[in-house]
């Protein structure tokens, strides 16, 4: 019997404990590992010639991430975080006192902050709050007005796992001459995204999650219809054409997203993010919401026969890697507690928005899901003995 890619994928990994968090922070494939150790283990002996083709790598890379969202290579570039490259739309975006952002009100700080921090320059932020732990478009539709300017939105809530209809919202942003921007970073990996054939004028992600990449590093996109429209707000030797060609005259900014890079980048961490996507891109985008649905689906059946509330959508459409849960009765506080005994059990799960969280990937089995079964079978027997 052949190997499946599941099988594969599984094999790269060096934890020895179950892993469920992959919301939060998730553990690195070998291949990113290796990149990481090959490139300090060059830059400690030839610093130049590994910055140089550091730069090399990072052109590389951005084309792969180019091509896996369908865009064009220079629309991509790096940051640290994700809050990096929402920060850099946010402060950049040509606002005029008076206009408005609108966000979901149950989004991650990231997706909130860059935006409340804009009231100082006189643009309101409309936070709309959330239906049965769903956003649908048509209320995210009623909250535009002629001031109006964005919508900034997460690809899926962290909290309640919900996935939201880009697609539609797209729709609905280009009627009205909307900016679109999304968070990506708890749906991108498992899930695939078209930026461009959605309608998407810009898209943030970390790399540490989801794409099971390093803290550190993580991309923008912006649509190049906005590149002379979105002010750079950290400009450097990398953000000008020729950057090698030192001039103290300002020249032009280059003709690419490289523009907002500003300074050096971290060639490492661009190199291991770039393996990372390339471990993902083993599976095509139908394998993966096969998978991911299999899996989930598996956490869910488990957990409703412990008696757990499942929060998180199932729906087609809004569902997502993440299972959000309750236990009835169980106080807030007892939780920590509850998550503790999983991890002595060596599993990591998370809480977050009042939700008991499971987030598996694609290199998760069955096998995993029996393993947490048990546990909680155990843990569950004890609180209420």
């Known amino acids: ?6 099988e594969r994928m599984r094999r790269e990994m060096r934890l020895t404990d179950l892993h469920l968090d992959h919301a939060g922070v998730s553990p690195w494939p070998d291949r990113t590992r290796q990149a990481i150790v090959d490139w300090a283990e060059r ?3 030839d610093p130049i010639g590994t910055s140089y083709s550091g730069y090399q790598r990072a052109d590389q ?3 792969e991430l180019g091509d896996w969202l369908g865009v064009a290579a220079g629309e991509i570039c790096f940051t640290r975080n994700t809050t990096e490259g929402l920060t850099l739309v946010a402060e950049g975006f040509p606002w005029q006192p008076g206009d ?10 990231t997706n909130l902050h860059p935006w409340r921090h804009l009231r100082s320059r006189g643009v309101s932020v409309r936070e709309v709050v959330s239906i049965g732990n769903r956003i649908p478009v048509d209320r995210l539709g009623g909250a535009i007005d002629s001031s109006t300017r964005m919508v900034s939105i997460s690809q899926v809530q962290y909290g309640t796992g919900f996935q939201a209809d880009l697609a539609e919202l797209g729709k609905l942003c280009e009627r009205r001459g909307l900016f679109l921007m999304v968070d990506a970073i708890q749906g991108l990996g498992p899930f ?12 943030a992600c970390g790399g540490s999650k989801w794409l099971m990449g390093p803290q550190g590093i993580g991309f923008l996109y912006l649509d190049a219809a906005w590149r002379d429209r979105v002010r750079p707000t950290s400009v450097g030797w990398h953000s000008v054409e020729e950057p090698f060609r030192f001039r103290h005259e300002f020249p032009p900014l280059v003709a690419s997203s490289k523009r907002y890079e500003g300074g050096t980048i971290n060639p490492g961490l661009v190199s291991a993010l770039g393996h990372s996507v390339a471990f993902l891109r083993q599976a095509e985008p139908a394998e993966w919401r096969q998978r991911i649905r299999f899996l989930t689906d598996r956490i869910v059946q488990a957990l409703e026969s412990l008696g757990l509330e499942i929060v998180s959508p199932r729906e087609e459409g809004a569902w997502s890697g993440i299972v959000a849960s309750r236990i009835p009765g169980l106080a807030a506080e007892a939780y920590p507690d509850l998550l503790k005994k999983l991890r002595d059990r060596g599993i990591t799960a998370n809480f977050r928005m009042g939700n008991l969280r499971f987030s598996p990937h694609g290199y998760n089995n069955e096998g995993d899901i029996d393993h947490l079964t048990e546990a909680l079978v155990g843990i569950l027997a004890g609180s209420r003995g």
């Open 1 to 6: 019997m052949s190997e499946t890619v599941w």
């Open 43 to 45: 830059a400690a002996i």
């Open 61 to 63: 890379v951005r084309m």
């Open 100 to 109: 408005s952002v609108l966000v979901p009100a149950d989004e991650y700080p």
């Open 192 to 203: 695939s995204l078209r930026p461009r054939e959605l309608g998407i004028h810009g898209v």
